[in-house]
T-cell receptor
Framework: KAGVTQTPRYLIKTRGQQVTLSCSPISGHRSVSWYQQTPGQGLQFLFEYFSETQRNKGNFPGRFSGRQFSNSRSEMNVSTLELGDSALYLC????????????FGNGTRLTVT | GESVGLHLPTLSVQEGDNSIINCAYSNSASDYFIWYKQESGKGPQFIIDIRSNMDKRQGQRVTVLLNKTVKHLSLQIAATQPGDSAVYFCADYTGTASKLTFGTGTRLQVTL
């Protein structure tokens, strides 16, 4: 079974621009979560989608948004990029019911200049 | 707020020895715990999980111990190999929150 796929792997953007990251979950997984990983803050939860609905949201500004499609694929968008948004953005999928582990993709490395 | 922390940022062990990575969590409502391994350039990889109604679970060369009394979690790796070199994260999950809270990570270095 194919794992979680994230595209693109690397992105370089300029302050003020916006960016869209894509995630394809493991087949059959209905929950997709997004995490931001930085050396200073570690892994921080952004949001989770389940059956196209945002089920939970972390403590990030409204510039960070996401959505999930009917095929469970998900996108996250960051508008008005800031230098501090430079990070590894990780997507994880799970069955989303009960205690099921999250399976992560290899992330998108975003650099804001 | 709730947090999951690790006692040691770096652990160095000799090949063939056993490794023990510790983790403290603060949310007494956490009911599910996961250990992840992250290699350079990759996302976290699931290693093993444990539910709060258990105190021990074994996998292939790995054992997770859970002490709910002191809110402590540990990962034991038997016969550590060079391929085990990575950063290890513990994470806890509260069913109602539907999100994982990650620890800061421990870097495991395996020396030959």
């Amino acid at each position: 079974k194919a794992g979680v796929t994230q595209t693109p792997r690397y992105l370089i953007k300029t302050r003020g621009q916006q960016v869209t990251l894509s995630c394809s979950p493991i087949s059959g997984h209905r929950s997709v979560s997004w995490y931001q990983q930085t050396p200073g803050q570690g892994l921080q939860f952004l949001f989770e989608y389940f059956s196209e609905t945002q089920r939970n949201k972390g403590n990030f500004p409204g510039r960070f948004s996401g959505r999930q499609f009917s095929n469970s694929r998900s996108e996250m968008n960051v508008s008005t990029l800031e230098l501090g948004d430079s990070a590894l953005y990780l997507c994880a999928s799970s069955l989303g019911q009960g205690n099921s582990p999250l399976h992560f993709g290899n992330g998108t490395r975003l650099t804001v200049t | 707020g709730e947090s999951v922390g690790l006692h040691l940022p770096t652990l160095s062990v000799q090949e063939g020895d056993n490794s023990i990575i510790n983790c403290a969590y603060s949310n007494s409502a956490s009911d599910y715990f996961i250990w992840y391994k992250q290699e350079s350039g990759k996302g976290p990889q699931f290693i093993i999980d444990i539910r709060s109604n258990m105190d021990k679970r074994q996998g292939q060369r790995v054992t997770v111990l859970l002490n709910k009394t002191v809110k402590h979690l540990s990962l034991q790796i038997a016969a550590t190999q060079p391929g085990d070199s990575a950063v290890y994260f513990c994470a806890d999950y509260t069913g109602t929150a539907s999100k994982l809270t990650f620890g800061t990570g421990t870097r495991l270095q395996v020396t030959l």
